[in-house]
C-alpha cells in the first residue's frame, strides 16, 4: 500500500485524469440517492481483500459523485453553495499529496507563512491592526465556537473572582444556528434574545432597549455580542457600528460573524454596509463560501491573538517542543489541534489571480443579483420579501403553498436543471436565490423565474 508501483502510478494518473475532467467541464447537477438505492448500485464496497483500484475508480466516477449535487453547478442557488476557482481547486489535490501538518510551525514553517499572508489580506480588508491573526478552520461553526470560547476566557481573566453564575452573549433571531449551537449546547452559556428589526437585523438601539429590561444578574453575565455580517438566510448586514458602540460601553467582545457575506468586504459597492466591522475582537469568513475556495475552509482572526492563544493552547508534556514562545503555531487559535492547511488552496489562487480579481468577482455576482432582482420586481407572479444587502434574493410565489413549492423544486432537479428549495421567513414558505458563483447569469435566474408561472 505504500509502495509506489508501476500499478499505483496507474491508479494516481486515473484519478488525476479524473481531476483534470472535473475541472474542465461543467459537471451534472446531479441527485440525491436514498441508502436502499446505493446498496443495490453501489454494493458493499469495503471487504476483505479489497475491491481494486480499477473497480473502485468505476464506483465512484459513475455511481457515487452523481449522487453528489454540484455545488458549484451554476443554478445550485440553494443554502449557500460553493464556486471554487480552478487554481484552489487544483493545489487542494497538492494539499492532500504533501502530507504537511498545519497545526505548529515548527512542522508546517512554510504552510503556515502562506496562510497567515491570505489572512492578512482578509485582515485588512476588515480594518484590523497589523497585529491581528488566526488560523483557518474547518468551517463557520467551529470558527464561531473558538472565537466565543476565546472571548469568555478572556472575561473570566479579566473580571478574576467575580464571576458572575450565568454567562450569556447577545445575538437575535437571524443569528446563525451554529452559534446558537455553540452557546448553548457546547459551551453551556445563555443567549439573550434581542429583536432584530424589519430586515432582521440586530441594531446598537434595540441592544440598548432589551438591556433596560434585564435584571442585573442576567446583565451582568453578558460578555460579548455577535454581530452577523450577512445573515444566511436573508443575506441581511446587522448595525455593526452601533453594536459596536454598545458593546464598547459595555466592555463585551465583538464577534462578527461574516461565514456567507465577510467576502462582501472586498467589493466597493457595498463595502459602506460593514462600516463599524473594524472594531471587531473577533471575525470569521468562510471562503468555501463566497470567496472561491473548495470545502471546507474558514479565516478566524482575533484582535488579540494572545488572547485566544490563552484561551486554545493546548498542555501536554509530548507537545513542549512545538509551543515554542513567538511562533506562530495555528492550533493554538481554534478548538482544534492537528489541523489540514486548509487555507492553502485559497492562498494560492489569491497568489495566482491576484486580489484585484476577487474584487471583481465578488462584484460580478452582485451584479447578477441586482439583474434577478430586476426580474422579480417584473414578474407579476413573484413578491421580493426583504430588500437585499447581498447577494441572497428572498422571495415568494403568490398563492403557493409548501406543497407547491416543493413539488416545483423537487422537479427542477430532477430534470437536472437547478437547485433552488423552498425556506421560510415570517413564518412563511417562500423560496430564495443565494448566488456567490460568478458564472450564473441573469439568463439563469431569469429560466428559473419562469418555472414558478
Ligand atoms: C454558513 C454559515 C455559518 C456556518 O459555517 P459552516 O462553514 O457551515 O460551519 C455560520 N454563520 C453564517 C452566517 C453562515 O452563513
Known sequence: MHIYSEATAAMARSLADLCLDRLGMQAPLDESRTPAELLITAGETVTADGIGAARAVELWEQVLAPACLSVDHPRYLSFIPGAPTKAAAAFDMLVGASSVYGGSWLEGSGAVYAENQALRWISDLVGLPDTAGGVFVQGGTIGNLSALVAARAAARHRRGSELPARWAVVITGETHSSVKHALQEVMDVDVVLVPGDARGRLTGDAIRTTLAT????????????????????????????????????????????????????????VRALFDGIEQADSFIVDPHKWLFAPYDCCALIYREPVLARAAHTQKAGYLDPVTVEGEWNPSDFSVQLTRRARGLPFWFS???????AYVHAIETTLAITREGRALIDAADHLRLLVEPDLSVLIFERIGWDDADYSAWSAQLLAEGFAFVTPTRHDGRVCTRFAIVNPTTTAD???QIVDSMR
Open 214 to 269: 434585564l435584571v442585573p444578574e442576567v446583565r451582568g453575565g453578558i460578555f460579548a455580542v455577535v454581530a452577523t455580517a450577512g445573515s444566511t438566510n436573508l443575506g441581511v448586514v446587522d448595525d455593526i457600528a452601533g453594536i459596536a458602540a454598545v458593546a464598547g460601553e459595555q466592555g463585551w467582545w465583538l464577534h462578527v460573524d461574516g461565514a456567507y457575506g465577510g467576502a462582501g468586504l472586498a467589493a466597493p459597492s
Open 444 to 446: 439563469d435566474l431569469a
Open 350 to 356: 489569491l497568489a495566482v489571480h491576484g486580489t484585484q
